[in-house]
């Protein structure tokens, strides 16, 4: 079946660029998503991407697919202390009802 | 619109003693999972329901079960109890095989 890697932490300073990397394993995953957990909360869509683009921005946030590594990078601009939570990096075959969950990284983020 | 909801908030079982967690999403949508979130372990999924009536296994079922008597709503029951079921259980729903939705989480502690 699918495995989705991701680091378990990241430390940055306020106003940095935050990087998070995933790697994924099943070449016909056709949705990619990030999730956001803050504490004590559900997770959140925060962007995703489908597998036949490169790259899609959204205002602070751009999401890189590097379909032949199977590599996928979400970056946060101008990172701020509301952004610390957790990141989930989530894979789905194209009709399959079961998406995979990376185990998420911690991001915190420090003045 | 509530979204997801999931009842209750908090619960403390002892070993062997039985309980129903009760998910309620009103967005008319076709399928709903149940999740259990454990520290360094991301979200691991237990069963799932692609429609009323349907219910199927996910990673990690031994233990629960589950119902989807009413298209709004998916139970999650434990049986009987144990110390390794406690958890953070997460219920989510979806239209079709894309973004879910995740409710606030229940936070089980068993004895």
């Known amino acids: 079946g699918e495995d989705v890697e991701q680091s378990l932490f990241l430390s940055v300073r306020e106003g940095d660029s935050s990087v998070i990397n995933c790697t994924y394993t099943?070449?016909?995953?056709?949705?990619l998503y990030w999730y956001k957990q803050e504490p004590g909360a559900g997770l959140q869509l925060l962007t995703y991407?489908?597998?036949?683009?490169d790259m899609k921005q959204d205002q602070r946030l751009t999401v890189l697919l590097n379909k032949k590594d199977k590599h996928l990078s979400l970056r946060i601009a101008d990172t701020q202390t509301g952004d610390s939570a957790i990141y989930f990096c989530?894979?789905?075959?194209?009709?399959?009802?079961?998406?995979?969950f990376g185990r998420g990284t911690s991001l915190i983020v420090h003045p | 619109n509530a979204g997801v909801t999931q009842t209750p908030k908090f619960r403390v079982l002892k070993t062997g003693q039985s309980m129903t967690l009760l998910c309620a999403q009103d967005?008319?949508?076709?399928?709903m999972y149940w999740y259990r979130q454990d520290p360094g372990m991301g979200l691991r999924l237990i069963h799932y329901?692609?429609?009323?009536?349907?219910?199927a296994k996910g990673e990690v079922p031994d233990g629960y079960n589950v119902s989807r008597l009413k298209k709004q709503n998916f139970l999650l029951g434990l049986e009987s109890a144990a110390p390794s079921q406690t958890s953070v259980y997460f219920c989510?729903?979806?239209?079709?095989?894309?973004?879910?939705?995740f409710g606030p989480g229940t936070r089980l502690t068993v004895l």
């Open positions: 989510a729903s979806s239209l079709t095989t894309d973004t879910q939705y």
């Open positions: 099943d070449s016909s995953s056709t949705y």
């Open positions: 991407i489908f597998s036949n683009m």
């Open positions: 989530v894979v789905a075959p194209g009709g399959s009802y079961i998406p995979t």
């Open positions: 967005m008319n949508h076709e399928y």
């Open positions: 329901s692609v429609g009323e009536g349907t219910t």
